[in-house]
């Protein structure tokens, strides 16, 4: 993979997708975590209280080390619009994962890096291609594949994982115009907004956090919070078409963790088939973006 983006010897590149890697593992530990709690808490609950615990930790941090200045940012516009966004993001991936297995989330949620193209066209006004308007296709179409084979899937949660991409595939894109902020304060936001968000559902569905249920949350909020500062420091490394293709790592683990713990009787082909259409034609953009990139490189 290093070799065909010309990086092979770019050791930031190196640490983008090892921060990469393991913060999508941590997203899969924080996932069936939360699956687990949904059964018995509103989503809207869990997300206030992981996000409550992952501040602590930041707040604490902050004044042991006295780095106030990570309070500060010269895009306050930016990530204010992206924190608001997140904390709605949340919402739609925690419920999506109350209603589908995880691998089924996973696989949807891949089209978040897919959709870009498409919002880059109607809100960017960029141009966008046959080709990757046909990828965008194709991947479209392996959605359809994943959402139709049994009852496992359900249409609101095919909604949900479908919102979650789509708020997700734009705060993807507007962490590379924060690429200048410190990603400590990009997550110290996302999470000061993802439990605002949920608080405005709290006096309607909150029934209040069990001792015993305490040491999940904690692990959620350790490993969401840990995920997105290493999620923040591998788009800084490294450009997005080089850090997405390893996201699709999660979809090993997530099958893993549905059929072992989960004990779904998962329909394999469709979601490999499903899944290989969508990751396929993001790699597809990826390489087009990049041999576009190369020739205008080229001298004249």
Known sequence: ???????????????????????????????????YLATTYHVAEI??????FILLGFL????????????????????????????????????????????YYTVLFFTSSLLTPALAFFFLKEQVGIHRWSAVLVGMCGVIIVAQPSGEVSIIGLLLALSAASIHSIMFTSLRGLKTESPITITLYFVIAGMFVP??????????????????????????GTGQILLSYSYKYADASLVTPFIYTTLFWTILVDVYFWKYNLEFEYIILGAGLIMGAQLYIIFREYRNKKKMALPI
């Open 1 to 35: 993979m290093l070799y065909i983006f010309g990086m092979q010897n770019n050791y930031n590149t190196l640490k983008a997708i090892i921060c990469c890697i393991s913060a999508n593992f941590l997203f899969v530990i924080m996932a069936t975590g939360v699956k």
């Open 199 to 224: 608080a405005l559902f709290m006096p309607w569905v909150a029934k209040g956090l069990d001792f015993e249920n305490l040491w999940i949350i904690l692990i959620i909020a350790g490993t969401s």
């Open 47 to 52: 997300a206030f209280y992981r996000n409550i």
């Open 60 to 103: 604490t941090f902050i004044i042991i080390t006295k780095k106030t200045h990570l309070f500060k940012t010269n895009k306050p516009k930016l990530i204010a619009f992206r924190s608001i966004l997140s904390g709605f993001g949340v919402l739609a991936t925690f419920a999506a994962l109350s209603r589908l297995p995880m691998s």
